[in-house]
């Protein structure tokens, strides 16, 4: 999912929730406006591949025209750069979506080959040192400027281009081979058919309706795959401990020992790849480019947290052990929690101790509200409304709206949900910024939000979920940037999961929770004794996620540290160390796709950028649907995408630097 955008060497952003930490335990106006994008159809491979060559002699052309370009251009080399993203973008863009969403393997592969095209287009192009020689030459008009030209170097220098050509090339075999495996690597987990057969008796505690419609096997065993509204229920719910052993072994064996391979390959080759330029670590080479500036100082940061949580975590677990002894009447010492009881005796102790059972909020939540729900918050804080669009797209469950800004009428965005699990789609919840915007040429973004919600309805912790993707896909939609390279969601990727996060908290706000009534007039409000309760409760066994979140960006970092090592032999020895332990034959990291691509020594950014996001939550307090505040947001943070520096950002919305107390009061609640 990492794409190597051909303006800068940083993500064009594939933003997913966090592993584990908002999936947590497993778990209309009255006229249609025309839409400002309308998504390609392709009916087969060889309209994909058509599209694909006349992209590629596109940019083909664009750079032969550019290289001849006299030194003297000023900025029009910027906005010639900035027209060849463009042009990929208009191609690869959707169909960077439509791999991850496409019923049709034929067009899914197809759409994967393409990328890789381009991806070699890219390493090779961003290695011209004829192109660096006059990026060098441009004299900026303005801070914007200057910011993307330095971008714009910095990706040049990063694809190698003032490397000695023995190291050139190998840097752009590197380059291509990365690609490579990453694709391989989504392609695995995305198409896993992975099933776990069970009888009726052994799914005792699961809500029927996650396996009832399920496939039988010869013995009429339900059939249950990975599908996280499938999966989640039974780790969460079943009360026979091995049928949460089964299918818990199941869902951290996805993608295999063929995964881990590809994964150890790409910790070589970046490792590698960061040798070129001197670097001793992929983690020093990656972090030189985002608000960390180095390994050194993401170590730093994460010692703070680890600090915050760990006794925490370890007083979490001892409430959920002595639950379980009583439960279990067995003696406290002979019991312990395996990894596959977390989540059954959090939800357990939850319940038990706040009352509050996650599956309740399903009757408040309908699927399809909840989508609504989350239009009519940008509605109030951003005066934008999200109007359904007929178009025709990739599968029935598929939606497209356009989004108008109610101060002016006019659309200024397109956005696609697709929300729905199903056979080889994307399995996980995330955001395609996959078309941006230039103020420059009148272009409009457009983002699509894939997601796998349960089609009754949502829990609470699955609207946190969706409200994240909204939050990226907002990011998206209301960014307003003179160059497409730095729209939207392109921005620092230890700052990219902040305006997502931010918004995770609004589902606990009563006054929030009121706007169902406005787009769903069947729907019963939550009681408020019950919010109460799960306000309460959301602080419960915080121990548990933020130390595990922990562990990952600490894993992350080591992974792609001075020493490259072995995937799963590292996560068995760092995993091995927590409380809990780990589990021999379980291989989390072969279906950890933030890893393989997206986020290689990123995963920090998660907890990084949350320190952000409660900062800006701040100027939130007591008024998250504030039309003032939000146009201010919206005004500096979301407008701006990339092209001003995250810190600038914030400073400006807040009125001051920002700083991490408000993380911390948030984490000791
Ligand atoms: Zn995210």
Same mark, same amino acid.
């Given at each position: 999912?990492?794409?190597?955008?051909?303006?800068?060497?940083?993500?064009?952003?594939?933003?997913?929730?966090?592993?584990?930490?908002?999936?947590a335990?497993?778990?209309?106006?009255a006229?249609?406006?025309?839409?400002?994008?309308?998504?390609?159809?392709?009916?087969s491979?060889?309209?994909?591949?058509?599209?694909?060559?006349?992209?590629?002699?596109?940019?083909?052309?664009?750079?032969?025209?550019?290289?001849?370009?006299?030194?003297?251009?000023?900025?029009?080399?910027?906005q010639q750069?900035?027209?060849?993203?463009?042009?990929?973008?208009?191609?690869?863009?959707?169909?960077?979506l439509?791999?991850?969403?496409?019923?049709d393997?034929?067009?899914?592969d197809?759409?994967?080959?393409?990328d890789?095209?381009?991806q070699?287009?890219?390493?090779?192009?961003?290695?011209?040192?004829?192109?660096?020689?006059?990026?060098?030459?441009?004299?900026?008009?303005d801070?914007i400027?200057?910011?993307?030209?330095?971008d714009?170097?910095?990706?040049?220098?990063?694809?190698?281009?003032?490397?000695?050509?023995?190291?050139?090339?190998?840097?752009?075999?590197?380059?291509?081979?990365?690609?490579?495996?990453?694709?391989?690597?989504?392609r695995r987990?995305?198409?896993?058919?992975?099933?776990?057969?069970?009888?009726?008796?052994e799914?005792?505690?699961?809500?029927?309706?996650a396996?009832?419609?399920?496939k039988?096997?010869?013995?009429?065993?339900?059939?249950?795959?990975?599908?996280y509204?499938?999966?989640?229920?039974?780790?969460?719910?079943?009360?026979?401990?091995?049928?949460?052993?089964?299918?818990?072994?199941?869902?951290?064996?996805?993608?295999g020992?063929?995964?881990?391979?590809?994964?150890?390959?790409?910790?070589?080759?970046?490792?590698?790849?960061?040798?070129?330029?001197?670097?001793?670590?992929?983690?020093?080479?990656a972090e030189?480019r985002?608000?960390?500036?180095?390994?050194?100082?993401?170590?730093k940061?994460?010692?703070?947290?680890?600090?915050?949580v760990?006794?925490?975590e370890?007083?979490?677990?001892?409430?959920?052990?002595g639950?379980?002894?009583?439960?279990t009447?067995?003696?406290?010492?002979d019991?312990?929690i395996?990894?596959?009881?977390?989540?059954?005796?959090?939800?357990?102790?939850?319940?038990?101790?706040?009352?509050i059972?996650?599956?309740?909020?399903?009757?408040?939540?309908?699927?399809?509200?909840?989508?609504?729900?989350?239009?009519?918050?940008?509605?109030?804080?951003?005066?934008?409304?999200?109007?359904?669009v007929?178009?025709?797209?990739?599968?029935?469950?598929?939606?497209?709206?356009?989004?108008?800004?109610?101060?002016?009428?006019?659309?200024?965005?397109?956005?696609?949900?697709?929300?729905?699990?199903r056979?080889?789609k994307?399995?996980?919840?995330?955001?395609?910024?996959?078309?941006?915007?230039?103020?420059?040429? !009148? &272009?409009? =973004?457009?983002?699509? @939000?894939?997601?796998?919600?349960?089609?009754? #309805?949502? %829990?609470?912790?699955?609207?946190?979920?969706?409200?994240?993707?909204?939050?990226?896909?907002?990011?998206?939609?209301?960014?307003?940037?003179?160059?497409?390279s730095?729209?939207?969601?392109?921005?620092?990727?230890?700052?990219?999961?902040?305006?997502?996060?931010m918004?995770?908290?609004?589902?606990?706000?009563?006054?929030?929770?009121?706007?169902?009534k406005?787009?769903?007039?069947?729907?019963?409000?939550?009681?408020?004794?019950?919010?109460?309760?799960?306000d309460?409760?959301r602080?419960?066994?915080?121990?548990?996620?933020?130390?595990?979140?922990?562990?990952?960006?600490?894993?992350?970092?080591?992974?792609? !540290? &001075?020493? =490259?090592?072995?995937? @799963?032999?590292?996560w068995?020895?760092?995993? #091995?160390? %927590?409380?809990?332990?780990?589990?021999?034959?379980?291989?989390?990291?072969?279906?950890?796709?933030?890893?393989?691509?997206?986020?290689?020594?990123?995963?920090?950014g998660?907890?990084?950028?949350l320190?952000?996001?409660?900062?800006?939550?701040?100027?939130?307090?007591?008024?998250?649907?504030?039309?003032?505040?939000?146009?201010?947001?919206?005004?500096t943070?979301l407008?701006n995408?990339?092209?001003?520096a995250?810190?600038?950002?914030?400073?400006?919305?807040?009125?001051?630097?920002?700083d991490?107390?408000?993380?911390?009061?948030?984490?000791?609640?």
């Amino acid at each position: 999912m990492k794409k190597q955008s051909l303006a800068r060497g940083l993500a064009r952003i594939v933003a997913l929730a966090a592993l584990g930490l908002t999936a947590a335990t497993q778990a209309a106006a009255a006229t249609s406006p025309a839409a400002t994008y309308t998504m390609p159809v392709y009916k087969s491979a060889g309209d994909v591949n058509a599209a694909c060559d006349r992209m590629m002699s596109d940019l083909k052309s664009a750079q032969t025209a550019l290289e001849e370009l006299p030194g003297t251009s000023g900025t029009t080399l910027l906005q010639q750069l900035d027209a060849m993203y463009r042009s990929y973008e208009d191609t690869d863009g959707p169909m960077s979506l439509l791999t991850a969403v496409h019923p049709d393997k034929a067009i899914r592969d197809a759409t994967e080959a393409c990328d890789l095209r381009y991806q070699a287009f890219s390493a090779s192009f961003q290695q011209s040192a004829k192109v660096l020689a006059l990026l060098k030459q441009v004299q900026p008009a303005d801070g914007i400027d200057r910011r993307f030209l330095k971008d714009t170097m910095d990706a040049f220098e990063d694809a190698g281009a003032a490397l000695p050509e023995d190291k050139r090339h190998r840097a752009e075999e590197l380059n291509n081979q990365i690609s490579k495996l990453a694709q391989e690597f989504e392609r695995r987990v995305r198409e896993d058919k992975t099933q776990v057969a069970f009888t009726e008796a052994e799914l005792k505690g699961v809500p029927p309706e996650a396996w009832k419609n399920a496939k039988r096997d010869g013995q009429g065993r339900y059939l249950l795959g990975m599908a996280y509204p499938v999966s989640g229920p039974v780790i969460e719910r079943a009360v026979n401990p091995k049928t949460r052993e089964r299918m818990w072994r199941a869902f951290q064996s996805r993608g295999g020992q063929d995964n881990l391979d590809t994964l150890s390959q790409l910790v070589a080759l970046r490792h590698e790849y960061a040798g070129l330029f001197g670097f001793d670590s992929f983690a020093n080479f990656a972090e030189r480019r985002r608000m960390s500036g180095t390994e050194a100082e993401v170590e730093k940061f994460l010692g703070t947290v680890k600090g915050a949580v760990e006794q925490r975590e370890k007083a979490d677990i001892e409430l959920l052990r002595g639950f379980k002894a009583r439960e279990t009447h067995r003696p406290l010492a002979d019991t312990k929690i395996e990894r596959w009881d977390v989540g059954y005796y959090t939800e357990r102790v939850r319940r038990a101790k706040f009352s509050i059972d996650e599956e309740q909020f399903r009757q408040y939540f309908p699927s399809d509200a909840s989508v609504k729900f989350v239009f009519r918050i940008a509605t109030r804080l951003f005066n934008v409304d999200f109007v359904p669009v007929d178009e025709p797209l990739w599968h029935a469950d598929a939606r497209a709206f356009a989004v108008v800004d109610l101060a002016t009428h006019q659309p200024i965005a397109t956005f696609y949900v697709d929300l729905y699990p199903r056979e080889d789609k994307f399995s996980h919840a995330a955001m395609w910024g996959f078309r941006n915007p230039s103020t420059a040429v !009148g &272009r409009l =973004p457009a983002g699509g @939000l894939v997601a796998n919600l349960d089609r009754k #309805g949502l %829990t609470i912790d699955e609207l946190k979920t969706l409200l994240h993707e909204f939050g990226h896909g907002l990011h998206q939609v209301l960014s307003h940037t003179r160059y497409a390279s730095q729209g939207g969601t392109n921005v620092l990727l230890d700052f990219v999961e902040a305006p997502s996060q931010m918004l995770e908290d609004w589902v606990y706000d009563p006054k929030v929770l009121a706007l169902f009534k406005e787009v769903c007039a069947s729907c019963k409000p939550v009681p408020p004794a019950l919010l109460a309760r799960a306000d309460k409760a959301r602080h419960f066994a915080k121990g548990i996620v933020f130390s595990r979140q922990h562990l990952y960006a600490s894993y992350d970092l080591a992974m792609y !540290g &001075r020493e =490259p090592q072995d995937p @799963l032999k590292l996560w068995s020895r760092m995993e #091995g160390a %927590t409380p809990l332990g780990h589990v021999e034959g379980s291989m989390l990291p072969a279906s950890f796709g933030h890893l393989a691509s997206g986020y290689p020594a990123g995963y920090y950014g998660y907890l990084w950028s949350l320190v952000i996001a409660e900062d800006l939550r701040t100027a939130f307090e007591g008024k998250r649907l504030s039309a003032e505040v939000g146009k201010r947001y919206r005004d500096t943070v979301l407008a701006n995408g990339g092209q001003v520096a995250p810190q600038e950002l914030v400073r400006e919305f807040l009125g001051r630097p920002t700083d991490s107390r408000a993380f911390f009061k948030s984490l000791n609640k």
